[in-house]
């Protein structure tokens, strides 16, 4: 199976910036596609941004001009730049990989924007 670990969570004030990491056990040049997810309290998990292997990107209208995702194939490695960060984006962030018909998840990082 595919194993992702998260790195890079934490505490930020808002306008500040985080970048968040997903190490994966295997090429992600064999995993079809990979990205982000978070889940707030109180709410549905909800995708952040993706990317192919081909690197094509999909992100939430709601972090699109702030967030950026992009993967190193080398480090097996994909990326969340997060910037102008606001409390809204308060969350759980969750790597995913979805590679020969199943989805992967990582454990997920703990992500607070506060003053």
């Known amino acids: 199976q595919v194993q992702l670990v998260e790195s890079g969570g934490g505490l930020v004030q808002p306008g500040g910036s985080l970048r968040l990491s997903c190490a994966a056990s295997?090429?992600?040049?064999?995993?079809?596609?990979m990205g982000w997810y978070r889940q707030a309290p109180g709410k549905e998990r909800e995708l952040v941004a993706a990317?192919?292997?081909?690197?094509?990107?999909n992100y939430a209208d709601s972090v699109k001009g702030r967030f950026t995702v992009s993967r190193d194939n080398v480090k097996n490695t994909i990326y969340l730049q997060m910037n102008s960060l606001k409390p809204e984006d308060t969350a759980v962030y969750y790597c995913h990989a979805y590679a020969r018909g199943v989805d992967y998840w990582g454990k997920g990082t703990l992500v607070t924007v506060s003053s």
């Open positions: 990317i192919t292997v081909i690197g094509s990107t």
């Open positions: 295997e090429s992600i040049f064999s995993i079809y596609v």
